[in-house]
C-alpha cells in the first residue's frame, strides 16, 4: 500500500510540474505571439478554472475534506491572500507579454531569497543562517542568467540592425 500512495504523489508533483510549464508557454504564446491583449481576463479564465477543479476536487472526490470559514477575520486574512495572488497572476501574464519565459522564470527563483528578507524585515525573526547560505547560489545564478538574457538581447538586436542595414545596403546597389 506504501507504494502505491508514492506513485500517486509523484503521479501529481508530475501533473503539478507539467501543467505549470503548459500554462506558462501557453500564456507566453497567447498574450506576446498571438497578440491577445487581455492578460487580466486572462487571469479571471485562470481563477475560475481552479475554483471550478478545486470544488470538484474537494467536494465530488474528495480528495481533501470540505473546510468553513469560522470568522470574520479569518474571510478578511482569506480575501487579502486571493487579491495578492490575483494581483501576483496578473503581474506575471503581463509581464510575459514583454519578457522572454526564461528570464521569467529566472526573476520567480528569487522568490525565495526575498520571502525570507522580508520575513525578517517585518517580523524580525532570523531563519536559520543555513537558509540564508542556500539562497545565495540561487540568486547569484538568477543575477547570471539575467546578465547572460540582456547581453544575448542585446546582441539579437545589434544582429537585427546589421542585418536590415545590409539587405537595405543590396537594395540600394
Known amino acids: 500500500m506504501k507504494g502505491t500512495g508514492q506513485w500517486f ?3 501529481l508533483v508530475s501533473a503539478w510540474y ?21 492578460p487580466i481576463f486572462l487571469t479571471m479564465c485562470h481563477m475560475t478554472a481552479c475554483s471550478l477543479l478545486s470544488y470538484i476536487a474537494i467536494v465530488w472526490m474528495k480528495m481533501v475534506p470540505l473546510q468553513t470559514i469560522r470568522s470574520r477575520v479569518q474571510f ?60 545565495i547560489p540561487v540568486v547569484t545564478g538568477v543575477i547570471i542568467a539575467s546578465g547572460e538574457s540582456v547581453h544575448a538581447k542585446l546582441q539579437e538586436r545589434i544582429a537585427g540592425i546589421v542585418k536590415h542595414q545590409d539587405t537595405h545596403r543590396d537594395l540600394t546597389l
Open 9 to 11: 504523489t509523484i503521479g
Open 18 to 38: 507539467t501543467s505549470n510549464i503548459g500554462v506558462l508557454l501557453l500564456n507566453k504564446y497567447l498574450l506576446s505571439n498571438y497578440g491577445f491583449k487581455y
Open 76 to 135: 478578511m486574512k482569506i480575501s487579502a491572500l486571493s487579491l495578492v495572488f490575483c494581483g501576483s497572476v496578473v503581474c506575471g501574464n503581463v509581464s510575459l507579454r514583454y519578457l522572454p519565459v526564461s528570464f521569467n522564470q529566472a526573476v520567480g527563483a528569487t522568490t525565495p531569497f526575498f520571502t525570507a528578507v522580508f520575513a525578517y524585515l517585518i517580523t524580525v525573526k532570523r531563519e536559520a543562517w543555513l537558509t540564508y547560505a542556500t539562497l
